[in-house]
């Protein structure tokens, strides 16, 4: 399976946005607001009109840690769903299976929640789920299974971030998905219309 490699904080620095949703990329040093490059280049080039469209699809992309396929299949299907496409498809990256294992707090970020999914260590509705992009659907159950749950970052992740409010714990390492997320709680800085304009040119 195809992997984002690189350094999310130069990619986060190249955007001006905060892929791991922390802001933590823009923290060390003297703020590390200027892009990456030798030296740093002060000035952030004015952008087209397919650089601000472009600019916003990397944007998710990234935060979501996903390949060009994967995105636009997975815009693809919400575009067929009723009601906004735009909405739709942020609901579908934020019900994958590597995202709600992120969202339960038992992961610091998204590409340890995909690796934990990788290696085999939830289960979906009692069953294996291996799979970081499996759609999860309302009433769908995830479970840690019991050799992970001692697991010093997962004691910690845990205690320190909170269950997103479109999940509900209903036991010690287990999540039921109770609703799609709304917009208004997910990320405000994300212009999904912009998507749905590059997809439709």
Do not use: C
């Amino acid at each position: 399976m195809a992997t984002l490699r690189g350094s999310i904080f130069k990619r986060s620095r190249r955007l001006g946005f905060s892929i791991l949703e922390t802001g933590k990329e823009f923290a060390k040093g003297k703020g590390r607001q200027t892009v990456p490059g030798q030296h740093g280049n002060k000035r952030r080039p004015k952008l087209s009109d397919y650089g601000l469209h472009l600019y916003e699809k990397q944007k998710i992309r990234f935060m979501y840690g996903i390949t060009e396929k994967q995105f636009k299949n997975t815009f693809v299907k919400a575009a067929k769903r009723p009601g906004q496409a735009g909405v739709n498809f942020l609901q579908m990256l934020e019900t994958r299976m590597d995202s709600l294992i992120y969202r339960t707090g038992l992961a610091q970020t998204r590409r340890q929640a995909r690796q934990f999914v990788n290696h085999g260590h939830f289960t979906l509705n009692g069953h294996k789920a291996d799979i970081p992009s499996m759609q999860v659907k309302i009433n769908d159950v995830i479970e840690l299974k019991d050799k992970l749950r001692k697991n010093i970052h997962v004691v910690d992740s845990k205690s320190k971030k909170e269950l997103a409010p479109w999940l509900k714990e209903e036991g010690d390492f287990k999540y039921r998905l109770i609703r799609l997320p709304e917009r208004k709680e997910l990320n405000q800085e994300i212009n999904e219309s912009l998507i749905v304009e590059y997809y439709s040119k």
